[in-house]
């Protein structure tokens, strides 16, 4: 009886108590058992040798899940937005995503690194019930939102694969860093093995995934990774809407803050009223940028072309802004700016086009053809020229014309226009329509195609790129130019955030290599 309240006292030794509490809420030595390097690490009741296996499984694909998630940011507001169609409300969903994925990640990592403690100290493992519920939900959240995302947002894979030329390297030296780590308890338990099998085991996966590691780099291909002097000049910024993440979308306030932040261009989206006047908006309907529900409840639902301008003009475009704050990372407004950005209303094409042209900006914009049974649904094109030709009588050379319909009679009548094809196309093709720029989804970004098409004097426009590391790879790449919501962000970018020599990558490299190699068997000879 002395001798089991003795045991039953708290170990003397804190820390491996405190190593045992948090993993398997066994907090008193006799709860606990211990084992040698080599043997198996887990108790034997209760299956519990799969429960490790399993924890790691759980790392590794929440860890990808993370990274995957995060280097989507760039799309964040597409993605916010595709819910608010589906849903009719406004949430920042991605962010609710990014919080969830952060802390599993960070919860199973604990958990790991508990785990590793435990066998260094040569206790068997026994993983809590609650920690093993919690396991399996951060691996079935993780699998499930990995896959829900390569069915619904099949472009994310692309952006993913992208950001591995500008994050690879920093990539490269973590996994080796981690290797480094893990090499003092497989050098432990494989020297102290009782079998050859059991060494081989040990130790054979480890030394295939740090050669794997080793020769990774031989693979990567990054345009930033260039010779000296080779660098184009940085791409011009072209406001996305104006500047949406300080502004309320395509108002006036939006283009002016683009314009204060030196943007070089303006892009929006037109369509046109019942009443024949084009106007900005991008979305269908009013719902989500005006106080439509507010002022005519009754036909919030209604097609945004066929309300009148004079019933347009009733309407509030800037309230919303400050209601929903449509971008994760917006910055606190100014009372001004918060003053000014409530008093917006819709804007029209020619006010828009007549500050680009005082302004002398680019303008590039997307129309949209009115729907069935309205009055214009036919005669969009040439109302759209007349208020470019006519109305506002900007500078023909500052036209980025987008629309592929009827191009020659646009190129006959209004000729001066900087044409501009959406998707890629041979140079062939695109010279006999006097094609000048192109206009593409970041996705399809690829260096040797803006090279290509730069020899032909054809030049390239990349949308939607908010991100610094985007934008880098952009500048990299020798793109021209890039459609932004972040302006004012990406302005004071003076280089890309990943640059240098291939020789100074191969140093960085052979140093990495040789520096944890030596650590590694420096290790096992101890």
């Not at 009782?194 to 040990?202: E, T």
């Amino acid at each position: 009886a002395v001798r089991r309240r003795l045991l039953q006292r708290y170990e003397h030794q804190p820390f491996i108590s405190c190593l045992a509490g948090f993993y398997s809420c066994r907090w008193k030595r006799y709860q606990r058992e211990r084992t040698e390097p080599g043997k198996c690490c887990c108790s034997k009741v209760h299956r519990e040798c799969m429960f490790f296996p399993l924890l790691v499984a759980a790392f590794f694909v929440s860890l990808v899940f993370l990274y995957t998630w995060s280097e989507g940011k760039n799309d964040y507001n597409g993605f916010d937005w595709y819910n608010y169609g589906n849903l009719g409300f406004w949430f920042l969903w991605s962010l609710v995503i990014l919080i969830v994925a952060a802390v599993s990640f960070t919860y199973i990592s604990l958990l790991l690194v508990l785990a590793m403690c435990l066998l260094a100290e040569g206790q068997q493992l026994y993983l809590h019930w609650s920690h093993k519920i919690g396991t399996f939900l951060v691996l079935g959240f993780s699998i499930s939102s990995l896959f829900a995302l390569s069915i619904l947002w099949r472009d994310h894979r692309k952006t993913v694969r992208l950001s591995f030329q500008v994050t690879a390297p920093y990539l490269h030296i973590g996994a080796i860093a981690i290797m480094v780590l893990l090499s003092w308890p497989v050098a432990l338990h494989a020297i102290r093995a009782d079998k050859k099998v059991i060494q081989v085991i040990i130790v054979g996966p480890y030394l295939a995934i740090l050669l794997f590691l080793f020769l990774i780099p031989l693979g990567m291909y990054s345009p930033c990774i260039r010779e000296m002097g080779t660098l184009g000049p940085k791409p011009a910024l072209i406001g996305h809407r104006g500047a949406p993440m300080l502004a309320p979308e395509n108002t006036e306030m939006s283009f002016l803050k683009t314009i204060e932040h030196g943007g070089d261009g303006l892009e929006t989206d037109v369509a046109i009223s019942y009443d024949g006047v084009p106007f900005l908006m991008h979305d269908d309907t009013l719902t989500r940028t005006t106080n439509i529900k507010e002022v005519f409840p009754n036909e919030a639902g209604k097609a945004a072309s066929f309300f009148s301008w004079d019933a347009l003009q009733k309407l509030n475009a800037g309230t919303w802004f400050l209601k929903n704050k449509p971008f994760l990372g917006m910055g606190r407004l100014s009372k001004a700016d918060r003053n000014q950005a409530k008093n917006q209303s819709i804007y029209t094409l020619s006010s828009f086009l007549r500050l680009a042209d005082s302004h002398n900006k680019l303008v590039i914009f997307d129309l949209y053809r009115p729907p069935e049974k309205h009055p214009y649904r036919n005669l969009w094109i040439r109302k759209i020229l007349d208020v470019i030709i006519k109305e506002s009588k900007i500078k023909r050379h500052l036209v980025l014309w987008l629309n592929n319909n009827v191009r020659s009679f646009v190129q006959a009548v209004a000729p001066g226009f900087q044409h501009t094809m959406g998707r890629k196309e041979p140079i062939e093709d695109l010279l006999k329509h006097n094609i000048v720029k192109l206009n593409l989804v970041y996705t399809d970004m690829s260096s040797e195609d803006i090279q290509k098409y730069a020899e032909a004097n054809i030049t390239t426009n990349f949308y939607v790129v908010n991100e610094p590391w985007l934008y880098s790879l952009a500048w990299c790449s020798g793109a021209h130019s890039v459609t932004t919501n972040a302006v004012h962000l990406l302005k004071d970018l003076s280089r890309p955030l990943f640059l240098m020599t291939p020789q100074q990558y191969s140093i960085m490299w052979i140093l990495t290599d040789l520096t944890s190699a030596f650590l590694i068997s420096l290790i096992f000879a101890l």
